[in-house]
C-alpha cells in the first residue's frame, strides 16, 4: 500500500473514531453469494464444472465534518470463482471538498477511487446497481479488470442542472491498483512475471434525465510487465486506450441501452522480444440489453455482448495463422437472458443463462487452452444479496 493510500487511511480511521463530532456519518454495506454452473469451459468454474464461491461483500462509511468536506471507505471483500482469489482489500478510500453554487457543484477528491468508464463501471462491484451477475464483458472485461477498476490518485468533478436534466462530468488521473489476479488471468500463473501500474487518464460526461442517459468516456491506461528470470517472456506494457459510447432509453416499463468501445491496446513486449516491435490492435466491442419492468419488483432481460480483440481480424483467422491458437479465442457472440426480483428493498434474487460463441475473454488471454475450453459453451448463474444502511 503507497504513502498516499496509508495516509488517507489514517484519515478514515480518525474520522471514525470522532464520531460524537461529526455532523453527518452514514454506513453501508452489503453481501451477495451465488452459484454458477457452465458447460464447455473452465471460466470461473475451474475443472469441477460449478463454482459456489461467488461472494461479494462490503461494507463503507462516510462522513461528513463539514459543509464542504467528506472522506468515505470501503472494505471489501470478493471471491469470484477461478477468477479472483479470496481478499478483504479497500474499495475506495478517499477524502473530497465540494463547493455547491445553486444548482451546480464543483469538487476534487483524491486518494483510492474507483473510474467512471461507461454506465456501469464505478457500482459494478454492487449487486444492486449493476444490470446483471456478470456484467457485457466486451465493456466490462473480468480479466482485465485490475488495470483499470482502482485508481490511486485524484479525481476533479462536477455536477450541473441543464435543460431537463442533470450533468456530470469527471477528469481522473493516477495509477491503477494491480494486484496478483491480473497476472493469473493474463498470463496465467504469478509465477510467469509481475504486472504494475505506469499511468491512468480518463475523462468521463453523462446527461441523464426522466427518459434518457447519455455518456461518454475517453480513458488511457498502461501496466508495465517484469518478465520472470526464465522462459519464454519479455518485459513490456499493455496500453489500454479506448472511448467508450453510452446510451439508454425508457418508455413507460421498457429500457434499451447500449453501449460501444472502440479504440487501441498497444503491446510491448511479454511474449514478443524486444525487436518484434509494438503490437497495436484496434478494440472493438458492443452490447444491447433490452428489459422490462413488471409489477412486484421484476426486471426481465435479454442481451447481446459481441467482443473482439482486433478489428482488423473479426473472424481470428489471422489469429490462429501466426499463433497455432482456434480462431475463435479472438472473439466472443454472447446472449443472455436473465431475471431479477427486489422481494423488498433490501433484498435482490438474479438469475442468468449464458450462451456462448468464442471465447475472446476467457482466462488466460496469452495461451488460452483450447482443450478444456469449446468454441460454443453455456453459463447459468444465481445469485442472492442483501444491503443496509444507518
Do not use: C
Not at 458447460?39 to 462490503?58: C, M
Amino acid at each position: 500500500m503507497s504513502i498516499l493510500v496509508r495516509f488517507f487511511a489514517s484519515l478514515i480511521l480518525l474520522s471514525t473514531w470522532s464520531i460524537a463530532s461529526a455532523s453527518e456519518l452514514q454506513f453501508n454495506g452489503f453481501i451477495g453469494q451465488g452459484a454458477m454452473v457452465a458447460d464447455d469451459t473452465q471460466f470461473i468454474v475451474g475443472s469441477d464444472d460449478h463454482a459456489f464461491d461467488i461472494t461479494e461483500a462490503a461494507f463503507g462509511v462516510s462522513w461528513k465534518p463539514m459543509e464542504h468536506f467528506r472522506v468515505a471507505s470501503a472494505l471489501s471483500f470478493r471471491q469470484w470463482g477461478e477468477l479472483y482469489d479470496s481478499k478483504v482489500k479497500f474499495d475506495y478510500l478517499f477524502a473530497e471538498y465540494t463547493y455547491h453554487f445553486g444548482d451546480e457543484t464543483l469538487g476534487v477528491r483524491g486518494g483510492l477511487f474507483k473510474n467512471e468508464a461507461g454506465f456501469y463501471s464505478s457500482t459494478r462491484d454492487v449487486p444492486f446497481t449493476r444490470p446483471s451477475i456478470m456484467l457485457p464483458q466486451s465493456i466490462y472485461s473480468d480479466y482485465f479488470r485490475d488495470a483499470q477498476l482502482h485508481i490511486e490518485g485524484g479525481d476533479l468533478f462536477g455536477v450541473h442542472q441543464i435543460f431537463d436534466g442533470t450533468l456530470d462530468w469527471h477528469l481522473a488521473f493516477g495509477k491503477v491498483d494491480v494486484t496478483e489476479d491480473l497476472e493469473r488471468n493474463v498470463m496465467g500463473g504469478t509465477e510467469l512475471g509481475e504486472f504494475d501500474s505506469e499511468h491512468y487518464y480518463a475523462a468521463d460526461i453523462e446527461f441523464q434525465n426522466n427518459y434518457m442517459r447519455l455518456g461518454v468516456t475517453y480513458y488511457d491506461a498502461e501496466v508495465s510487465y517484469a518478465a520472470p528470470m526464465s522462459g519464454n517472456y519479455f518485459p513490456g506494457d499493455i496500453q489500454l486506450i479506448n472511448w467508450v459510447f453510452s446510451g439508454q432509453f425508457r418508455y413507460q416499463n421498457f429500457e434499451l441501452t447500449g453501449e460501444y468501445l472502440t479504440g487501441d491496446r498497444i503491446i510491448n513486449g511479454l511474449v514478443f522480444p524486444e525487436q518484434f516491435g509494438e503490437l497495436k490492435e484496434p478494440s472493438l466491442g458492443y452490447y444491447l440489453d433490452f428489459r422490462t419492468y413488471l409489477p412486484h419488483e421484476v426486471e426481465l432481460f435479454i442481451r447481446f455482448d459481441k467482443h473482439i480483440d482486433n478489428a482488423d481480424d473479426k473472424d481470428g483467422q489471422d489469429y490462429e495463422n501466426s499463433t497455432g491458437i482456434p480462431a475463435y479465442f479472438a472473439y466472443s457472440n454472447d446472449w443472455t437472458i436473465g431475471a431479477r426480483w427486489f422481494p423488498s428493498h433490501d433484498w435482490l434474487l438474479a438469475v442468468e443463462y449464458h450462451q456462448v460463441e468464442g471465447a475472446s475473454w476467457v482466462t488466460p488471454v496469452v495461451y488460452p487452452n483450447p482443450s478444456v475450453q469449446a468454441k460454443n459453451w453455456s453459463m447459468f448463474a444465481l445469485q442472492v444479496s442483501y444491503r443496509f444502511q444507518w
